[in-house]
C-alpha cells in the first residue's frame, strides 16, 4: 500500500484570465486534493504567476498531478519541491483577538514569543501579524483560540528551494 | 440586444460601446481576418451553423471562395463531422458555432474529441465584450464551459491579436497530443477592424513544446527488453494513427522484424493490416479470446500509444501480473496512470518506432527463437477456439453474418468506416477488417451515440469519391438523424448500414447479465419506418430480413450513387462475445452464452460501468 502524504507542489504559470479556473478545476474534476493554495504575479516582464499548492497523496498520485498541471497549455514550469531537495515554506496570518485584563496580557505575550506583530490595536482587541511555516501559524492560531479569538485571515503556503538556483 | 433595448441602463452602454473603432483605410474586419487566418492553416472545410453572433464570420465566408461550408443541422453533429474530416485525413478539423445554444451544442462532440485525441478547432461566437457577464441573449460562459473539455481554450477580447490566437489554436490543437481547441469570439471583436500581417511560420508558443523526440538512452533499454522477449506481446492505440500513416507503416514493419505478436486497442485498428498472421484482433472487454490471454501471459507489454483504458485492463491488479512494461505514450500524463509500468517513455509513436526498427537494424539482436516459437503455439492454440463463431441459421440474420458480408462487398473497395455506439460497434470492430489507418471513424473514450452519420459526411466530405458507411444501430441512428438533411443537401453518398435489433443492444445485454433480464426501457418503442424515413429526406431505403437476401442488398446499397439507409433486421437476443465482465480479469472472459451462468458478475464488478 502506498502512504499519502504531503507536497508542495511550485508551477510558473501566464498571467492570464482563466488560469487559475484552469488549475483549480483540473484538481477538482480528477479528485485531487488542494491543502493550500496561493496564487500572485511574480514576474511582471514576462507577466507570469507563481501558483503554490500544497496537496496529499501517494506518490503515483503525486506523480499524475504533476504530469497534468504540466499539460496545461499556459503552464510553464511544475515542480515539486518536496520531492526535488531543500525547501523552505512560509505563511502568514492575521489574527483578531478580542478581550480585556489578563486575557489581553496573555495573548499580548505569547504573540511576542511567536514573534507575532501587532498591526491594529484597539482598548479590547488587537490584530496579529505572524509568518511561519503552517505548523507554527496553526499553533499560534490555537493557542489564541482561548484567549478571545475573532477572525483568522492566512495567506496558505508559498515556498522556495534553498540556495541559489532559480527555476 | 434584445435585453439591451429593454433596459435603458445596457442602451446606453450598447450606444457608447456601439462606435466602432475608427477604421484605417488599409483595415480588415476581426470576421475577414479570421477567414485569412483559417486560410493561412490550409483550412479548406469549415462545418457549421449560423447565428446572430457569428454573422460577421458568415458574411465574410460569403465573400469568398476558399473557404467551403458545410451547413449541418444541429451543432454537436458540427463537431463530430469534423472530427470524421480530421481522423480520415490527418488535417485539424474546423467547426463554426454561434454563441449560447450554439456552444453549449458543441460541447458533447468537443468531449468527444478530447477523449480520443482529435485535432479540432471549433469557433464559437459570444456577445459583445460590454455585454459579457450581464446574461445577454445567446449568452454562456463559453470559454468556462468548454475548459474541461479541451486542450485549450481563448476568448478573444481585441481584434488586433484575432489572427495570432487562430494560428496559436491551431499549433496546439495539433501538437503534441492533438486534441479540441475552442476560440470564443465577441460579435464586437469581429465587427472591429485591424490590419492584416501573415504569421511568421511555424507558430511558437511561448510555454507549450510537447516533446516528440523520445530519450535516447530509454529506447536502448526498451530495444533490450524487446529482444530477450520470450513471450512478447505489441499493444498498439491511437498514438499510433495520430502520428500519421508512416508510424503505421514503421509500426508494421518493426513488427515483422521482431515476428512477435500484436493486437491493437479500438482506436489502433487499422495501425497494422488485419490480415496479418501476426495480428491477434482487438483487445479489451469485447477483444478476442487471443489477444487478451497473450496480454495476460506475456513476458513483455510493448505499449506504444494506447493509454491502459479500463476498457482494456479489466481488473486492475490482474492486469498483464508477469510481464515487464514498456509504454510510449506522448502525453507525460498518461504514463503511470492507471498501470504502473516499467520502461515510461515520453514521445511520438512514429519517432519512438523509428529509434527502434534504427537501433534493431544497427545491433541485429538475436531473439529467442524457441521461446517465441512456444509463445506463438500457445497463441495458436487460443487462436483455435475461434472466439469469434456464431452460427447463420436460415431465418434470422445475425448481426455478425450481416458484417462479414458487408466486409465481402467493401473489401476491394476504397472505403473508409464510421460507427455509433453500442453492440454494433463491437461487432465492426470485431468483424470488419482493416488494413490501413485513418479508415475507422469511432467514439472510444467518450462512447458517443450519435457519432458515425456526422462523422461519416465529415469522412464522405474529405473523400467524396470512396464508399463511407456508418454501421450503425437503430436507437444510436436516431439521435443525429437530422443529418440526412446535411447528407441530401451536399449529395453526399454515405450509406447508413442499421443492425436493428429493436433494442439499445448493448445496454440490453447489460441488463441480461447483470440485472436479471430486467429490460427496463431498453426497448426500442415506435421505431420510424427507416425506408420511408429516408425517402422523406431524399436519400434511398432498403429493407432485409432473409439472411438470403443480405447479399443482393448489400450490393444495391453500394451501386446507389446518393445517400442510403439499409435496415437490416438482425436477431433480437445476439450479445456481443467475447466480453470480460466489468471488474473481471483478462482470463476471465464469456465465450458465449453457455458460459455466462457458470460464472455471475460479481457484485464489485456491477459497480464499474
Redesign the interface.
Known sequence: MEVASSHTISVLV?NE??IL??VV?LFS?RGYNIESLTVALTDVKENLSRITIVTAGTP?VV??IK??L???????KVHDLTLEGPHIERELALVKVKGTGEKRVEALRLADVFRAKVIDAKTDSFVFEVTGTSDKVRTFVELMSSLGLVDVGRTGTVAMTRGGEAF | MFRAAANPVLRRICQKEAVVKKPEESATTGADLLVKALIDEEVEVVFGYPGGAVLPIYDSLFKQNKLRHILVRHEQAAVHAAEGYARSTGKVGVVLVTSGPGATNAVTGLTDALMDSIPIVCLTGQVPTHLIGNDAFQEADT??IT??CT???Y?VKDVAVLPRTVHEAFY?ARSGRPGPVVIDLPKDVLMNKHDYKAPDMPVQ????RPVTKPDAKKIEQALELIANAKKPVFYTGGGVINSGPKASRLLTQLVHLTGYPITNTLMGLGTFPASDKQFLGMLGMHGTYEANLAMYHCDVLINIGARFDDRITGKLDEFSPHSKKIHIDI???S???NV?VDLPIVGDAGQALEDLIKLWKAKQPKTDQKALKAWWAEIEKWRARDCLAYKQGKEIIKPQFALDRLYHHIKNRDHYITTEVGQHQMWAAQFLKFEQPNRWMTSGGLGTMGYGFPAAIGVQIAHPEALVIDVAGEASIMMNIQELSTAAQYRLPVKIFILNNQYMGMVRQWQELLHGGRYSESYSEALPDFVKLADAFGAKGLRCHEPSKLDDTIKEMIAIKGPVIVDVAVDKTENCFPMIPSGAAHYDMLLGPEDRAARPVSEEGMVLV
Open positions: 501566464d484570465p482563466g479556473a484552469r478545476g474534476g503515483m506523480e499524475q504530469a497534468q504540466d499539460r496545461l497549455v499556459p503552464v510553464h | 470559454t468556462g475548459r474541461p486542450k485549450h481554450n476568448l496546439v508558443h511561448k510555454s507549450y502525453d507525460g500524463s504514463l503511470n496512470k504502473r
